[in-house]
């Protein structure tokens, strides 16, 4: 599993709640990202990192916010959820240099109802 | 960012390679290769990846193109273990590089 642990791994929420999702990593790497993946869409990029409190936005970034305030840990926030939110999130990271591929965990699916 | 283009589906048997296409003519000089797949319910798994020339590893071989406007993902014999969405991806942005997924090819292998 590369290292990568998510949690929750399935959460049911109502609309206008706010939701945590977790990656955590053992590894030490620098660089993790947050996807969605949605029918139809494929996976998109929401959020990445590429250091302790250094973070961009991806192409899907409207409506979350993400904190990585240590290494192993890439927080990904949905201030107030929405039913469009609905989805299985995936966190990556990546080991090594530059051109090193990037690492999946197992994936979170969120209901929004 | 540049595009790939991959036919939605392919089919095969078991045991007998497959071959899977991409094209993407607009990539620059500097643009890896991605190939990632993914299995049911779970996230994608790297799978090989390539800037110029033919790369093999214990899962597939990449073939890419002279004029690296296409490569071909081989796997050289079949599983049902295979049956996967592949996803073909050209690596942008330098070292905080993003990976940009399409909807990639679904393979189905037969039995």
């Known amino acids: 599993d590369a290292g990568i642990t998510q949690s929750p791994r399935h959460k049911v929420t109502e609309t206008g709640t706010p939701v945590t999702l977790r990656c955590h990593q053992t590894?030490?790497?620098?660089?993790m990202y947050w996807y969605r993946q949605d029918p139809g869409h494929g996976l998109r990029l929401i959020h990445y990192s590429y250091g302790v409190k250094d973070t961009d936005k991806g192409e899907v970034s409207d409506g979350y916010s993400v904190s990585r305030s240590k290494t192993e840990d890439f927080l990904l926030t949905l201030e107030s959820a929405t039913s469009s939110q609905t989805s299985v999130y995936f966190c990556?990271?990546?080991?090594?240099?530059?051109?090193?591929?990037?690492?999946f965990g197992n994936g979170t699916r969120l209901t929004v109802t | 960012d540049a595009k790939t283009t991959q036919p939605n589906s392919m089919e095969s048997n078991e045991e007998e390679p497959v071959h899977l296409p991409c094209n993407h003519s607009t990539i620059s000089g500097t643009d890896y290769i991605h190939w990632y797949r993914q299995l049911p319910s779970q996230g994608p798994e790297y799978v090989i990846h390539g800037l110029t020339s033919n790369v093999n590893n214990r899962m597939a071989s990449l073939a890419i193109a002279e004029d690296r406007k296409s490569s071909t993902l081989i796997l050289h014999r079949a599983t049902l273990r295979d049956a996967a969405v592949y996803y073909c991806?050209?690596?942008?942005?330098?070292?905080?590089?993003?990976?940009?997924f399409g909807k990639g090819t679904l393979l189905t292998v037969n039995p």
């Open positions: 991806i050209l690596r942008w942005g330098g070292s905080n590089y993003k990976l940009t």
């Open positions: 590894e030490n790497h620098r660089y």
């Open positions: 990556a990271i990546r080991r090594g240099q530059e051109d090193s591929p990037l690492h």
